[in-house]
């Protein structure tokens, strides 16, 4: 059998569009999150009244790009503004746990959630998978877990649900026509009309009969 090239072709670029298409989809959903972030750091910096708090804002939401150590970047230059202005130690309080809050937020409900509405991968997925990569690959595990989840889900056909059966109601069901059985001998049954029953009709004489 030759070898049809034109196919083998299509189909790779099919793949290829399949592919892309889920690599721009998870590229949307990490640019929502980063601003999510991003509005979470500027209100919880405000509250606190840290100097400089939507640049510090703006960070914070373009570290969401770097796994790990992105948010350790993020919460030093509050902690340094805290510590330069008075070394209040109340607040560096606050601002590290603000750090956690929305640590906890971004990664358990924030990256989730837009994955799955965005890309379609479950939440299960992107919370364990990203996870475990990190485990056996650290750094680049955390990195690439999200991107390949959304190329893989994105080649996963999504199941298709069967279609329910309209009832047929009674009146639909009295108009359907009655069909009399065929009996040993006779030529063939006859269609009956829905006003007539199947002991109207012409039964063959029997032959034992005198």
């Excluded at 298409?21 to 910096?45: F, K, P, Y």
């Excluded at 991968?121 to 680049?140: D, R």
């Amino acid at each position: 059998m030759p070898f049809d090239f034109r196919a083998s072709s299509r189909t790779a670029r099919d793949h290829a569009r399949t592919a892309g298409t889920a690599l721009v989809n998870w590229w949307r959903a990490v640019s929502i999150e980063a601003l999510c972030v991003a509005v979470l750091w500027w209100i919880g910096l405000a509250l606190l009244g840290i100097p400089l708090a939507p640049l510090w804002a703006l960070i914070g939401g373009l570290m969401t790009f770097v796994p790990n150590f992105g948010g350790v970047i993020t919460v030093i230059f509050p902690v340094l503004m805290v510590l330069f202005s008075g070394r209040d130690w109340y607040r560096l309080g606050f601002v590290l746990g603000l750090y956690a809050l929305i640590v906890v937020i971004d990664q358990l409900v924030l990256q989730p959630w837009l994955l799955k509405r965005v890309t379609r991968v479950p939440i299960w997925a992107s919370i364990f998978v990203p996870i475990l990569l990190g485990i056996i690959i650290p750094f680049w595990g955390v990195l690439l877990g999200p991107p390949l989840l959304a190329v893989v889900y994105a080649f996963r056909k999504p199941k298709q649900k069967a279609m329910p059966m309209a009832p047929v109601s009674s009146a639909s069901r009295s108009e359907l026509p009655m069909v009399a059985p065929k009996l040993p001998g006779s030529p063939s049954s006859g269609t009956l009309s829905p006003g007539s029953t199947p002991l109207e009709t012409e039964l063959p004489p029997d032959p034992q009969q005198p």
